[in-house]
């Protein structure tokens, strides 16, 4: 299910993870909304146990003119609330890329 939230809100939506962990980077004014699919926070929380380390959301949510900016595809998950970009404590971005993909 996504769900939708005004940018900016501190709303905890999870064990470790709070809403604004997904807002767009951008600055825009017309960009005030962050729309997060609760099936990627379950992945995430899943991940996090298993790990033992926190997770740093580098990017979620992107507006559609974030993610131009930024070089994303016209189709990036991340438009949708379906995609982060992450940084694991202690674990290198291979290794965080080759478990990720290993779990399908």
Not at 6 to 26: L, R, W, Y
Request: aromatic share 6%.
């Amino acid at each position: 299910m996504i769900r939708q939230f005004p940018k900016g809100t501190d709303e905890q939506i999870s064990k470790h993870f709070n809403a604004k962990d997904f807002d767009c980077h951008c600055m825009r004014d017309n960009c005030r909304v962050t729309y997060i699919d609760m099936a990627l926070i379950d992945y995430l929380e899943r991940n996090r146990a298993k790990w033992g380390s926190p997770i740093h959301i580098i990017s979620g949510f992107r507006c559609t003119d974030h993610n131009r900016s930024v070089g994303g595809k016209p189709g990036s998950r991340h438009l949708i609330g379906q995609a982060a970009d992450i940084k694991v404590d202690g674990m290198t971005p291979t290794a965080v890329g080759r478990d990720c993909a290993d779990a399908g």
